[in-house]
């Protein structure tokens, strides 16, 4: 399979999480608001989330990737089922651990995690309760990162870019259904939307199974002590180790500035929480069409390359992806900056979504706009760390990050809240992209091919257009008075978002640039 085309099919299948993602975000947002019990569910389900992102889809997989796809190539099939049979006991036992540790030490880490969420009892304690029934969901999405990363090896990316579809359906299904029911039972409704959450890990780990089955790479998950023990002497699997214990540090830091931000955001008034988190929905949908779907292809292709010691094609999978991002993820950013107003009134203006709640998650969107070409560009960049096993400077970028976040944090929050926020890691993420670019220019690993200059005018060109189109659009209709008017609204946004696509593609491909022939490249 191509890149462009293993790039479209993640990227489709990233769309169709989105969407479904941004339909449950629409539930939540219409029948509870930003209240302290949509606070309250926002920080028990990020708990989880943090977890899986530092053992799953973190550390665990930036480790994994690398190792296996060269035992692959070097040893063959054999040798790398049982790595993957020795991984998956090591992770399972672990996972069993955590969760249980997760659920008792529940009360703790919602304090560490937010403790102004206490000026309000009742949503403090919904928070408790919903982390403890949705802590064992680590377990399950740390074994699907498992499967996805043995599944993109071997260039099945389909089926794990189509999971999380799953989770958005389960807690669609969970909002609609079973908020309701709970309600007439006397129970916070919002206890639907953890229930939601477990039923979609578990959906998400059961179609794994049949796709590692065809390829037979099923791991047998050793249940015994000696089993343990054979897996954790494995030098394989001590490789791993090795490699995550310093990936652990730097995605446990990128984490840390997430627990400090809500811990923040806790503190500031009722709602703020939650006016991230819908603001976060929205822009994860640039960052994940482009630099998850470019980094979950790019990881193993730039692993198979170092490992074979083809150094041009290394360079070059990174100046494909380079230009991705470039290409595409300024006219995202930029209109973010200039029409997220438009979007969020006529995506969450609806129900118990007030007027006031548009403005503040529209605050909280353009300071993630401010960023977005850094966000995804990382995502392309340390994969090219991680194919040579290098995570060490990826961390040590990460560490001083923080402290600039923070710092960025000190001077932004008191003057915009939780746009504050927002902003302090878009630029951060701008700091981090731009050192890691740095990094691999000075080692040689990365060699820019020529046309750079060129390529660059054109984008110009056509992002200018698109700032002054945007800017017209925005204020061509009263979109919040709209509101009892939804497809009228939706109408004039889908008009003028068709309109914008066209402005953007039009001047670059007036200024000299073949869009078709450039992803083909």
């Given at each position: 399979?191509?890149?462009?085309?293993?790039?479209?099919?993640?990227?489709?299948?990233?769309?169709?999480?989105?969407?479904?993602?941004?339909?449950?975000?629409?539930?939540?947002?219409?029948?509870?608001?930003?209240?302290?019990?949509?606070?309250?569910?926002?920080?028990?389900?990020?708990?989880?989330?943090l977890f899986r992102r530092i053992l799953g889809e973190g550390a665990f997989s930036q480790a994994f990737v690398p190792v296996l796809a060269t035992t692959k190539a070097q040893q063959g099939d054999e040798a790398t089922h049982l790595l993957v049979d020795r991984v998956a006991t090591l992770l399972a036992w672990a996972l069993v651990l955590l969760c249980t540790a997760g659920v008792i030490l529940a009360p703790l880490l919602v304090w560490g995690m937010a403790s102004g969420l206490q000026k309000d009892p009742e949503g403090y304690h919904a928070t408790v309760v919903m982390t403890r029934f949705m802590f064992p969901y680590i377990g399950f999405m740390s074994l699907v990162a498992m499967a996805s990363g043995v599944l993109n090896t071997w260039k099945r990316f389909a089926v794990s870019a189509a999971t999380p579809v799953l989770l958005n359906v389960a807690m669609i299904a969970a909002a609609w259904l079973l908020a309701p029911w709970l309600q007439t039972q006397g129970w916070p409704p919002i206890y639907a939307m953890a229930m939601g959450v477990m039923l979609g890990g578990v959906l998400q780990l059961a179609v794994q199974i049949p796709a590692l089955k065809s390829l037979g790479m099923l791991p047998r998950i050793g249940l015994t002590w000696q089993a343990v023990r054979l897996a954790a002497a494995d030098p394989e699997t001590r490789r791993i180790g090795s490699l995550m214990l310093p990936a652990l540090l730097g995605v446990g830091v990128a984490q840390i500035s997430l627990v400090i931000n809500t811990q923040i955001a806790s503190h500031l008034p009722t709602g703020s929480v939650s006016w991230l988190t819908y603001a976060d929905r929205l822009m994860e949908f640039p960052t994940a069409m482009l630099g998850v779907a470019l980094g979950v292809v790019l990881m193993p292709q730039l692993s198979g390359a170092k490992a074979a010691g083809d150094a041009d094609q290394y360079s070059s999978l990174l100046d494909w992806g380079l230009r991705i991002v470039v290409l595409l993820a300024v006219p995202c950013s930029l209109g973010l900056l200039t029409f997220a107003k438009p979007i969020v009134a006529v995506l969450y203006h609806y129900g118990a979504f007030s007027e006031l709640d548009v403005q503040q998650t529209t605050n909280a969107l353009m300071g993630w706009g401010a960023g977005l070409v850094g966000i995804v560009a990382i995502k392309v960049l340390a994969p090219g760390y991680y194919a040579r096993q290098d995570i060490k400077t990826p961390v040590r970028i990460a560490v001083v990050v923080l402290i600039i976040t923070q710092l960025l944090n000190l001077v932004l929050v008191p003057v915009f809240k939780q746009a504050g926020l927002s902003l302090s890691i878009s630029l951060g993420a701008m700091v981090n992209a731009g050192w890691l670019l740095i990094g691999l220019l000075r080692s040689k690993s990365y060699r820019p091919e020529p046309g750079w200059g060129r390529f660059m005018l054109q984008v110009l060109a056509g992002a200018a257009l698109?700032?002054?189109?945007?800017?017209?659009?925005?204020?061509?209709?009263?979109?919040?008075?709209?509101?009892?008017?939804?497809?009228?609204?939706?109408?004039?946004?889908?008009?003028?978002?068709?309109?914008?696509?066209?402005?953007?593609?039009?001047?670059?491909?007036?200024?000299?640039?073949?869009?078709r022939q450039f992803l083909r490249r």
């Amino acid at each position: 399979m191509s890149l462009i085309k293993s790039v479209s099919t993640v990227s489709l299948w990233t769309l169709a999480s989105r969407i479904t993602g941004l339909v449950r975000e629409l539930l939540v947002a219409a029948m509870f608001g930003a209240s302290a019990m949509t606070d309250a569910f926002n920080v028990a389900f990020r708990i989880p989330n943090l977890f899986r992102r530092i053992l799953g889809e973190g550390a665990f997989s930036q480790a994994f990737v690398p190792v296996l796809a060269t035992t692959k190539a070097q040893q063959g099939d054999e040798a790398t089922h049982l790595l993957v049979d020795r991984v998956a006991t090591l992770l399972a036992w672990a996972l069993v651990l955590l969760c249980t540790a997760g659920v008792i030490l529940a009360p703790l880490l919602v304090w560490g995690m937010a403790s102004g969420l206490q000026k309000d009892p009742e949503g403090y304690h919904a928070t408790v309760v919903m982390t403890r029934f949705m802590f064992p969901y680590i377990g399950f999405m740390s074994l699907v990162a498992m499967a996805s990363g043995v599944l993109n090896t071997w260039k099945r990316f389909a089926v794990s870019a189509a999971t999380p579809v799953l989770l958005n359906v389960a807690m669609i299904a969970a909002a609609w259904l079973l908020a309701p029911w709970l309600q007439t039972q006397g129970w916070p409704p919002i206890y639907a939307m953890a229930m939601g959450v477990m039923l979609g890990g578990v959906l998400q780990l059961a179609v794994q199974i049949p796709a590692l089955k065809s390829l037979g790479m099923l791991p047998r998950i050793g249940l015994t002590w000696q089993a343990v023990r054979l897996a954790a002497a494995d030098p394989e699997t001590r490789r791993i180790g090795s490699l995550m214990l310093p990936a652990l540090l730097g995605v446990g830091v990128a984490q840390i500035s997430l627990v400090i931000n809500t811990q923040i955001a806790s503190h500031l008034p009722t709602g703020s929480v939650s006016w991230l988190t819908y603001a976060d929905r929205l822009m994860e949908f640039p960052t994940a069409m482009l630099g998850v779907a470019l980094g979950v292809v790019l990881m193993p292709q730039l692993s198979g390359a170092k490992a074979a010691g083809d150094a041009d094609q290394y360079s070059s999978l990174l100046d494909w992806g380079l230009r991705i991002v470039v290409l595409l993820a300024v006219p995202c950013s930029l209109g973010l900056l200039t029409f997220a107003k438009p979007i969020v009134a006529v995506l969450y203006h609806y129900g118990a979504f007030s007027e006031l709640d548009v403005q503040q998650t529209t605050n909280a969107l353009m300071g993630w706009g401010a960023g977005l070409v850094g966000i995804v560009a990382i995502k392309v960049l340390a994969p090219g760390y991680y194919a040579r096993q290098d995570i060490k400077t990826p961390v040590r970028i990460a560490v001083v990050v923080l402290i600039i976040t923070q710092l960025l944090n000190l001077v932004l929050v008191p003057v915009f809240k939780q746009a504050g926020l927002s902003l302090s890691i878009s630029l951060g993420a701008m700091v981090n992209a731009g050192w890691l670019l740095i990094g691999l220019l000075r080692s040689k690993s990365y060699r820019p091919e020529p046309g750079w200059g060129r390529f660059m005018l054109q984008v110009l060109a056509g992002a200018a257009l698109l700032v002054i189109y945007l800017l017209w659009a925005a204020g061509l209709v009263d979109w919040v008075a709209l509101r009892s008017h939804t497809w009228l609204r939706m109408g004039w946004l889908a008009m003028l978002l068709l309109g914008a696509m066209g402005v953007y593609l039009g001047a670059v491909w007036a200024a000299g640039l073949n869009v078709r022939q450039f992803l083909r490249r």
